[in-house]
């Protein structure tokens, strides 16, 4: 397992220059992290699915695939390198609405949880996730960026709150060099029934910091939420809502642990 580490390590430190501009995401960040970690020695894995049936339908650039009616398919793999460490890898996969083929790219990242909940799941939880991503232009303008996510929160019997305001940097392009995009995610969670939470969750993109877009440049969605964790079946679904103009319309997402 030292051999991945060090896979995912080096090209994360390759991807740490002084400054960077922000990144325009072709797949909408549509997680907020909270206080789960792979233990050390483990391996987590789970597949994140989403669609957008009503959104954008003409390309913002040539050869972009856009977000109306097309799938996006996400594995991702996580290793717990010690206590409130693990490092991971994903392969975001998306299909046009017409099924003509599929673009794939690659992310690797680092998540370190500072301050963990006590055993019973209580209490206040920090950390950060780093993620360096290389994707095809086909799904990003920007081929490879950087992102420094944030995560901060607290989990009581009833209720959970997460927060993560996500810095992401260009490493190529016009932008790279300058300011790093704002673009923050929250989570409210409230407990149904035992392993069942229902929620809301709101996702904006502000633009560079120090220099917002205007707010009806702000993409701004809305979803609607529900967390099973009862035995084997720990799974995630939502539906979203943009919030203006610069957000596509409905989004449909699930993502699923698959036990290894």
């Known amino acids: 397992m030292r051999s991945l580490f060090i896979v995912l390590a080096v090209p994360l430190a390759a991807a740490l220059p002084p400054a960077a501009g922000p990144a325009c995401a072709a797949f909408p960040d549509d997680e907020v992290h909270v206080d789960g970690i792979t233990g050390r020695g483990e391996v987590g894995f789970n597949v994140h699915l989403n669609t957008t049936p009503s959104g954008r339908s003409t390309p913002d650039y040539p050869g972009e695939i856009p977000p109306a009616h097309a799938w996006r398919f996400v594995p991702s793999v996580a290793y717990g390198l ?6 991971g890898m994903s392969v975001p996969t998306a299909w046009s609405a017409g099924a003509t083929g599929a673009r794939s790219g690659a992310k690797v990242n680092v998540k370190w949880m500072a301050l963990q909940v006590d055993e019973r799941r209580r209490g206040a939880f920090a950390g950060v996730n780093l993620e360096y991503a290389w994707i095809p232009r086909a799904l990003d303008p920007v081929m490879r960026s950087f992102e420094v996510r944030p995560i901060v929160g607290w989990r009581g019997e009833q209720w959970r709150i997460a927060f993560n305001p996500i810095l992401g940097f260009d490493l190529e392009g016009p932008e ?13 969670g409230h407990r149904i029934a035992e392993g069942i939470d229902g929620g809301i969750e709101y996702y904006a ?10 707010r009806g440049e ?6 609607l939420v529900l967390d099973v964790d009862r ?5 995630h679904i939502g539906i979203g809502r943009g919030l203006n103009g610069a957000t596509d319309r409905w989004t449909v997402k699930a993502i699923f642990d698959v036990p290894i």
């Open 205 to 214: 993109e502000l633009g560079p910091v120090g220099r917002f877009l205007p």
């Open 218 to 223: 702000q993409p701004a969605a809305a979803y």
């Open 176 to 188: 790279r060099g300058t300011r790093p995009g704002l673009a923050p995610g929250l989570k409210v």
């Open 231 to 235: 035995g084997p079946w720990v799974f």
């Open 82 to 87: 010690a206590p409130g460490l693990e490092a």
